[in-house]
């Protein structure tokens, strides 16, 4: 990556749209403000491009925006609020961690359906391979 990145670059990078890394800015969910080139392009920073990603890998996890701009403001203002910080991803991590459970659990119901219907399957084609009498 160069120091420099346009925003369809970014797009291109981080798999966001251009429309939603504008949201994103509007949102205050960058750390710092997005600079502005000839003709008021926006440019972007690698640094920038690795911020992005730790809001998308959060978003993905289902951490609510406002959540993702409380972080983002405690990380833009510096030292001093690590335990702030920790509170957040203890929060959000107890939520995976649910959504983990739920998901299993729902995984469970599959598989055992899956296997239902194989062995529904398995079963009618021996009867339709067994000799007629």
Not at 27 to 32: A, C, F, R, S
Not at 95 to 122: A, F, H, P, W
Request: with cysteine; aromatic share 6%.
């Amino acid at each position: 990556m160069s120091s420099e990145i346009s925003i369809g670059r970014l797009a291109e990078l981080t798999g966001l749209s251009v429309h939603t890394l504008r949201f994103y800015e509007r949102e205050g969910l960058l750390l710092n403000p997005v600079r502005r080139g000839a003709g008021g392009r926006r440019i972007y920073s690698e640094a920038d491009a690795h911020w992005l990603t730790t809001c998308i890998i959060l978003r993905a996890s289902g951490m609510p925006l406002p959540a993702i701009r409380e972080y983002t403001d405690l990380v833009r203002s510096g030292t001093g609020n690590e335990a702030e910080r920790l509170t957040i991803m203890l929060e959000h991590r107890e939520r995976v961690l649910r959504q983990m459970s739920d998901l299993n659990r729902c995984l469970d119901l599959i598989t055992y359906k899956v296997g239902v219907y194989e062995d529904i399957i398995s079963e009618s084609t021996v009867a339709d391979c067994s000799p007629q009498a």
